[in-house]
Structures are given as C-alpha cells and as structure tokens.
C-alpha cells in the first residue's frame, strides 16, 4: 500500500525556516510527479510547489524565492525547505503525488499525505 509521511512541521517566529519532509514507501517516487499542498484555517487548499520526475521544480508566487523543493531518489523522500517564514505561512501542510502532472496541479493527486502543522508566529 502507498503511503507518504511527512515530518518536520513545527512552531517558528517570523523569520525562521523549517525544512519538511514527505518519505514514501511502496513506490518509487522517481517515476511519479510529487508536490507540496498547504491548508490554512477556513482557506482552500493551495499548491505551494511541485517537481517532476526530471527535477524540474515551480512555486506559487507567495512562496518564490524563500521555498526550495527537492528530493532524493535514492531515499525515497521529498523536501520543502522554507525560509523566511511568515504568519501568512501558516497552514497545514501536505505531500501529494500522482503519475499524472495535471492531477497533482488540480489538487486531485491519487496518493496524500496526513499533513504536518506550520505555525509562524510574529
């Protein structure tokens, strides 16, 4: 069964980064389009960014410049490294992926995550 777990969600002040992490198992995420979906209160769900399975990478607007996405094939794992993080930030945050680029850019990606918690405080 596939499953993604993300990790390193966590409490910071304005200003601080975190990094987060989306380990997968019974799949090779080599082969699938993965991406970084954020949630917060009473919003919808946005993507933050994606990669595909070349390593080609886009970020939404808000987040430019101070996320970096990345993974490592070799363990299976997807990162979001976020600096500069601002209360605006604040959601919940999830690792999708798909074998299909459009699916995952709509949000109806086949495989989630259960999420990880971000809270920036100022």
């Known amino acids: 069964q596939v499953q993604l777990v993300e990790s390193g969600g966590g409490s910071v002040q304005a200003g601080g980064s975190l990094k987060l992490s989306c380990a997968a198992s019974a799949y090779a995420i080599s082969n699938y389009y993965m991406g970084w979906f954020r949630q917060a209160a009473g919003k919808g769900r946005e993507r933050v960014s994606s990669i595909t399975p070349a390593g080609t990478t886009s970020y939404a607007g808000s987040v430019k410049g101070r996320f970096t996405i990345s993974k490592d094939n070799a363990k299976n794992t997807m990162y979001l490294q976020m600096n500069s993080l601002i209360p605006e930030d604040t959601a919940m945050y999830y690792c999708?992926?798909?074998?299909?680029?459009?699916?995952?850019?709509?949000?109806?990606?086949?495989?989630w995550g259960q999420g990880t918690q971000v809270t920036v405080s100022s």
């Open positions: 999708a992926a798909d074998p299909n680029q459009t699916k995952l850019w709509l949000g109806s990606a086949r495989y």
